[in-house]
């Protein structure tokens, strides 16, 4: 379990100065000296917004974009860096595709997640498709095919490192004495649904901690983590 303790902002401008000249490598270095405390220690709540945000931005500077193979070492670590600042500074994947696009455009890696999810969004029984989704098919299947892919790749990874820290700090909450939370339940972002995931109806506690699915479950996936507070 991640440890918490006041983020210095002395530190984390000198991680921001460091990414910004591209040295991911001392930036990791930055973080690590950080300093860490017990871990019943809950600390205020600047504190632990604090602590997730190095909690983001240290799960962005190791990101490996395992999902996409043959991608070049240059093209991983601007992406690992531009992750790295969406983080730091809550930029949206819509400005995050902009800052790679020249870099990706030139790339040719596999992603085979998007494939199967891109054959599901084009199954009659999916229903009709919210206006993202639909931009996502019909781009697939045009002259900005490699465009959406980069912008699935980025999204992938970009929620896949904000779920890792919120995944971290409900388990924080649900394990604290006393706890702090009464569980968090998994559900997709829009009404309509997932056209993907179907969750079960289930409350995950502190004892069944360990099947709570990992977000997010597939690319363009927007289901998310809902804490349920304690009852009474």
Do not use: K
């Not at 030139?106 to 199954?123: D, G, I, K, M, V």
Request: glycine letters at 6%.
């Amino acid at each position: 379990m991640e440890r918490y303790e006041s983020a210095s902002p002395t530190l984390l401008d000198e991680t921001e100065a460091l990414l910004r000249r591209g040295d991911v490598d001392g930036a990791l270095r930055v973080l690590e000296r950080l300093p860490r405390s017990r871990l019943d220690v809950l600390g205020t709540e600047p504190e632990v917004a604090a602590n997730r945000q190095r909690l983001r931005l240290r799960g962005a500077l190791q990101y490996r974009l395992p999902e996409a193979p043959g991608l070049s070492a240059a093209a991983r670590e601007e992406v690992r860096v531009t992750l790295a600042l969406g983080t730091l500074f809550g930029i949206g994947v819509p400005s995050l595709v902009e800052r790679v696009w020249p870099v990706l455009a030139h790339e040719s890696y596999s992603f085979l997640p998007l494939e199967r999810f891109a054959e599901r969004l084009r199954r009659p029984e999916v229903g009709p498709l919210d206006a993202w989704l639909r931009h996502i098919a019909d781009g697939l299947v045009s002259g900005e095919r490699e465009r959406v892919r980069a912008e699935l790749l980025v999204h992938h990874a970009y929620f896949a490192i904000l779920h890792s820290a919120e995944l971290a700090e409900i388990e924080r909450r649900l394990l604290a004495r006393p706890p702090q939370l009464g569980g968090v339940r998994v559900q997709a972002l829009r009404p309509s649904g997932c056209p993907i995931c179907v969750w079960p109806d289930v409350t995950y506690t502190a004892d069944n901690l360990p099947e709570l699915p990992m977000l997010p479950a597939h690319p363009g996936c927007r289901c998310v983590y809902r804490p349920v507070p304690l009852s009474g």
